[in-house]
């Protein structure tokens, strides 16, 4: 089990910046790999970026790609979304999400999942 903990939400203006984090505990928890998932109003979740439990690997939606950037520090068992250029469209509550070892761009396959901040964007 891993329990999955985020902060960093809130109200920023279009062009603006934030940073989302995700502190993970549980047994072995660096091993798990993070996801970061996204739903609109009205809206189904959708993907926004994975990285591997290592860090070697990451996937981002091209929605969100030279804008958005994942990193994890396994010594602190925590995961970052650094958001930057932020529209309008990106206004949403975020998930973190984890599951074994391999990043997925598909939500059916975390299993743990946080609460979901939200982040809205003003124009």
């Known amino acids: 089990q891993v329990q999955l903990v985020e902060s960093g939400g809130g109200l920023v203006q279009a062009g603006g910046s934030l940073r989302l984090s995700c502190a993970a505990s549980g047994r072995s928890s660096s091993l798990y790999a993070m996801g970061w998932f996204r739903q609109a109003p009205g809206k189904e979740r959708e993907f926004v970026t994975s990285?591997?439990?290592?860090?070697?690997?990451?996937a981002y939606a091209d929605s969100v790609k030279g804008r958005f950037t994942i990193s994890r520090d396994n010594a602190k068992n925590t995961v970052y979304l650094q958001m930057n250029s932020l529209k309008p469209t990106d206004t949403a509550v975020y998930y973190c999400?984890?599951?074994?070892?391999?990043?997925?761009?598909?939500?059916?396959?975390?299993?743990?999942w946080g609460q979901g901040p939200q982040v809205t964007v003003s124009s």
């Open positions: 999400a984890a599951r074994w070892v391999v990043h997925s761009t598909s939500a059916a396959k975390y299993p743990f």
């Open positions: 990285i591997s439990w290592s860090g070697s690997s990451t």
